[in-house]
């Protein structure tokens, strides 16, 4: 592969946006890989950070999950409390919603487990 920019010389890397070759005088290095110098350099700098966002909200969504899962599985004890002691007659509905917010507690906890693993 040769450069882009100067056809007499090899390339020693892709720009990381337009994914062109580089030779060693016309490659920034932007961090996280080579960029041509200008906007293409922006942009990579943009996507880096982009990238470095994602992971920070990726890891940020396991919590979520496991937080909702333990908020649903409170309710489902809540429910199942009253169906027992048959809170106003309402014993008939309680053991159902009590099953329902199991089951989405465990729905969220096995996805948010697959987010922590990922």
Do not use: Q
């Not at 309680?94 to 922590?116: K, M």
């Amino acid at each position: 592969m040769i450069c882009f920019h100067h056809a007499d010389r090899p390339a020693v890397g892709v720009c990381k946006n337009c994914g062109r070759g580089l030779c060693r005088s016309c490659a920034v290095d932007v961090g996280n890989g080579l960029a041509c110098p200008g906007p293409c350099e922006e942009e990579a700098r943009a996507l880096n950070r982009v990238i470095a966002r994602n992971k920070t909200a990726y890891e940020k969504t396991s919590g979520a999950y496991l937080r909702v899962a333990a908020f649903y599985l409170a309710l489902a004890a809540v429910c199942l409390a009253g169906a027992i002691l048959d809170w106003r007659g309402f014993g008939w509905i309680l053991y159902p919603a009590a099953a329902i917010f199991t089951v989405s507690a465990f729905v969220h906890y096995s996805t948010g487990r697959r987010f922590e693993r990922e």
